[in-house]
């Protein structure tokens, strides 16, 4: 199978998680696109791997993954704190830094 | 001691400092310690006298080199004291009557919650004064000059709770600043000329310097000199200094700093020997300021602005002298010792008269104090009889001196300058009647709540050692001109010049006007009533009560000008300069203003932007093929 597809799924996988982030007003949803983008970055970066028989691309992803955990556990945390704070997961609700 | 004379500047610096640091805690005894050091001043110089009149003339001077101050390159200035018949004259003279006028000052200040504070400043002063005089060179001449600046103007200013005493001693500082200048002129083109400031090296050099460097030299000194000894046309500060109180009129502004002026004059002998024109300039700005001052005096009821006057006109008579070149210098010096004697006497029987009579300074209120205060009365009758030049009284012998060598010369110098001096006599011996009269004689026209009282030994002791000085120093020194001789060194050999008129032509006509003015003063202001209010006057009465609207034209012609200019550049300032950067300021902070609205505060309108960003990066670097 040709490889270049995964690219090209790659990037529906990126727009798709990138429309959530911008779309979408729960955080957690938007969490979940931001997700998605991840991994489609490295669905990218393993099929680039495979397409020049070089195995930097599937360490790079590796990173990405161990990034992507830590993330989770930030992000998660911060959505919490939030949530108490406010009752809301909406992410147009603080806007405190508006200038 | 003639070695050690640093000693006199050090005693009363020293006190002066520990005064100060002390506080409130050396109150007790401060005023005390004071007298000493002004004492112990005097006791230095006494005995530096001593050793020098031991040696032979030629061989009295010493300079001492203390240690360097500047040592830099082509401009060296050491400290260096010089002690000579002049300097050692002036030294006697501070501090004698400096220690009488301190001991006075106990008794006068001694309801003053800082007579301490006082005591601190007259010591600064004193050690201020000699360092002027003793100093080597220009340089540290200068640094005791702006010393006796700033002590004066701290003691003008001692009461400055006042505001118009306050404003009295800016004005005396701000009107000394201008002379100061000429003073740093004169240094600087010295400096340029000959390559050192000491008046060894300046003496040596000076004959070898074109005229018109000297002349320059010689109009920049003259101008330092009429800032200090408030002559025309500097002398409008001088009348208002009498804020001070009234010791510090004696000591400052009659006996000691205000001569400051004649002693550079005549310091700076060499500079004027090769300046014939700027020597004249001297003579009529002594001869300006000596009619101006009487013609003041005559119109002033204010006991302490007429002695002000009176001293100015006397100064004008020491610098006229100080004009005349060599034939006058001696006696310029002259006049200056005796002047120092009676007008310090006079100021302290004013001073005296002020304390029994509340504080009062107008004479149309004084009247019939000499059945009240008899010693003060006497004490100063004897100097009003020797400011009049009455013999054989001190005034006698030294202003007879100044008259005789105004007379002196070729042209029209000797009639100008001699006719002046002799109707300054005159003037004189009206406007010292007039005030003495006015103050012992006639009928009492008191305040009612007023009781006259003689004021107490500590005051009155002074007085009489004045007094007598007033009396009997003309004549001592005087005779085989001992003073003249003394200060040979110094001031160099003259020949003996005969004047234009006989020399008893001259005496009689001088004393025939003095005699004039007193009689005509007796009948005006001793035998006939004194209104109560000054009577409206003629115009020319009413000038001189105004000192010659001197305060009008400055401000006309000086400070409004002056004013404008600032106040220009004020507003140049605030709309040019600072316009410009608040300009700038102000465009950076809009554009802020105008940044800050991009942030929202909204997350996802944060995502956008990042993700827009994001695609145009990569459609650059794809249509772009870079």
């Known amino acids: ?99 | 001691m003639q070695s050690l004379i640093w000693l006199a500047i050090a005693l009363p610096l020293a006190s002066a400092a520990v005064l100060l640091c002390l506080g409130r805690r050396a109150d007790a005894w401060g005023h005390w310690m004071g007298v000493a050091a002004s004492g112990g001043a005097f006791l230095v110089g006494l005995g530096a006298l001593i050793e020098m009149l031991g040696k032979p003339a030629e061989e009295r001077a010493l300079d001492t080199t203390l240690y360097t101050f500047i040592p830099g390159g082509d401009l060296h200035v050491d400290v260096g004291l010089l002690a000579d018949p002049l300097s050692i004259t002036f030294v006697l003279l501070i501090t004698f009557v400096g220690t009488l006028i301190h001991v006075y000052s106990v008794a006068y200040m001694e309801h003053d919650k800082d007579r301490r504070r006082f005591f601190a400043y007259l010591n600064l002063f004193v050690a201020a004064m000699l360092l002027l005089v003793l100093a080597d060179s220009y340089l540290l001449l200068f640094v005791g000059w702006e010393g006796v600046g700033v002590a004066s103007y701290l003691l003008i200013g001692f009461w400055n709770y006042k505001p118009e005493y306050a404003t009295a001693a800016n004005k005396a500082f701000v009107v000394n600043r201008i002379g100061d200048i000429g003073l740093i002129i004169a240094m600087g083109i010295m400096f340029t000329t000959f390559g050192a400031l000491d008046f060894a090296t300046i003496g040596e050099l000076a004959g070898n310097a074109s005229t018109a460097t000297l002349t320059a030299a010689g109009l920049a000194l003259l101008l330092a000199a009429c800032g200090k000894s408030a002559q025309f046309p500097l002398q409008s500060w001088l009348g208002d200094a009498m804020a001070g109180p009234t010791p510090v009129s004696a000591l400052i502004h009659a006996a000691t700093m205000v001569t400051a002026g004649v002693y550079l004059i005549v310091r700076s002998a060499p500079i004027f020997e090769g300046a014939p024109n700027a020597q004249v300039v001297v003579a009529i700005v002594g001869a300006i300021t000596l009619t101006l001052g009487a013609l003041i005096g005559m119109a002033k009821d204010d006991i302490k602005k007429a002695l002000a006057a009176s001293t100015m006109s006397q100064i004008g008579y020491m610098m006229l002298a100080a004009g005349l070149g060599p034939v006058g210098y001696a006696f310029a010096i002259f006049h200056l010792i005796t002047h120092g004697f009676f007008k310090a006497g006079m100021f302290l029987g004013a001073g005296s008269v002020m304390h029994a009579m509340n504080d009062q300074v107008d004479m149309r209120r004084f009247g019939a104090l000499k059945g009240a205060m008899v010693v003060t009365w006497v004490t100063f009758g004897l100097g009003w009889l020797a400011i009049l030049g009455v013999p054989p009284f001190s005034g006698y012998w030294s202003k007879d001196k100044i008259i005789e060598s105004a007379f002196v010369g070729e042209g029209w110098q000797p009639w100008v300058f001699g006719l002046t001096a002799l109707i300054g006599a005159g003037l004189t011996a009206f406007y010292m009647s007039r005030l003495f009269f006015m103050t012992f004689h006639g009928k009492a026209r008191w305040t009612d709540e007023v009781h006259p009282h003689e004021s107490p030994a500590l005051m009155t002791v002074p007085m009489i050692i004045l007094a007598v000085g007033s009396a009997f120093l003309g004549l001592i020194l005087a005779t085989g001109d001992r003073f003249t001789t003394w200060l040979e060194p110094v001031t160099g050999h003259v020949e003996h010049h005969e004047p234009v008129l006989p020399v008893a032509v001259i005496v009689a006509l001088t004393l025939i006007l003095v005699a004039l003015g007193a009689v005509g003063a007796w009948f005006k202001y001793g035998r006939a009533e004194v209104p109560q209010e000054a009577p409206s006057a003629s115009l020319a009465t009413i000038t001189a009560r105004n000192d010659f609207f001197q305060d009008s034209v400055n401000r006309a012609v000086f400070q409004r000008p002056g004013q404008h200019v600032t106040r220009t550049l004020v507003y140049a300032d605030a709309a040019i300069v600072d316009g410009a950067v608040n300009k700038q300021a102000r465009g950076w902070s809009s554009l802020g203003s105008a940044s800050r609205k991009l942030q929202t505060g909204q997350v996802r309108s944060y995502a956008a932007t990042m993700l827009v960003g994001l695609v145009i990066v990569i459609a650059v670097i794809v249509v772009g093929g870079l």
């Open chain 1, 1 to 99: 199978m040709n490889p270049m597809n995964y690219v090209i799924l790659a990037a529906i996988l990126f727009s798709i998680g990138a429309a959530a982030v911008l779309l979408r007003r729960n955080a957690i949803v938007a969490f979940m696109g931001v997700e998605l983008m991840l991994n489609a970055a490295n669905l990218a970066l393993v099929a680039f791997s495979r397409i020049h028989g070089e195995l930097d691309g599937q360490i790079m992803a590796f990173f990405v993954m161990v990034v992507a955990a830590a993330e989770v556990v930030v992000g998660l945390a911060i959505i919490i704190a939030v949530f108490r704070a406010r009752q809301t997961i909406s992410l147009d609700e603080p806007a405190e830094l508006k200038g």
